[in-house]
């Protein structure tokens, strides 16, 4: 039997080496795999119970998602990704703020990440809608895939963006690769014009961690950091991070 499972993976400010958020990666186990957390049981999800049903993983998430606020001194964000089925219910914000709400979860803490392909269109009257009601309610809004398509700038005008996840394709070996550079520049310095910040994503090593640094990424993410942790790793991992902060000498500006 599979369970769907969601592990969390840490976000990093790139000017102060502060955790910022979590995103919420999406797997499955078996049940006879004991290495992994055990699947939260009917009586913690009600899947039966609540018109969120079908978006079991997002559930998952935002269950798990307290856990990491109680355990932290200080704000987290939980990123999660919408799919196209998602994206395309015209009912979204109504369930996902009663579910919000039976779970006890604030609103203010979940930013819901846009899929990558919706860079390849003009976004539609149905997702501008859905956006501005997700808004509304208190949501964030990321867009996955910034700068892989021609319709990115326009989502974020229309759809009320907030965070620009830039799509991996740019920053991979992007200190080896003085023109991958380049334009990885270009395309930070257009996320901050349209006033939204920045995150990378799969970061694998400290040469890429640096020169997005320097190239004025605010938050970065991947396994060259910390790979994506089952809740209970995730939680000790941001009390070992906070203290490694806090014994640096004050002139340290940020994690490099």
Known sequence: MQHAQVLFQPQISTH?????????VPTCHTSMNTDMAAPLNASEIAEDETPFSHFSNLTHALHRAKTLQRASHFPIIITCSLSTEQVDDAQLAAKLEWELDRLDVKTATLRLALPQHLCQHTPSHP?????????????????NGFGSGPHCVEIIQKCGVDLAIIDPSLTNDVDKHPNRRRILSAV??????????????????????????????????GDGIAPPMQIHEATTWMHTHSQKLTRLPSVVGGIR
Not at 127 to 143: F, H, K, N, V
């Open 16 to 24: 102060s080496g502060m955790i910022t958020g979590f995103s919420a």
């Open 127 to 143: 997702l501008i809608s859905t956006c501005r009601d997700l808004r509304t309610l208190g949501c964030g809004i990321a867009l």
């Open 188 to 221: 930070v310095a257009m996320a901050h014009d349209l006033g939204v910040e920045t995150l990378a994503c799969d970061i694998r090593t400290a040469g890429e961690h640096s020169l997005l640094s320097q190239l004025g990424c605010d938050h970065v993410q």
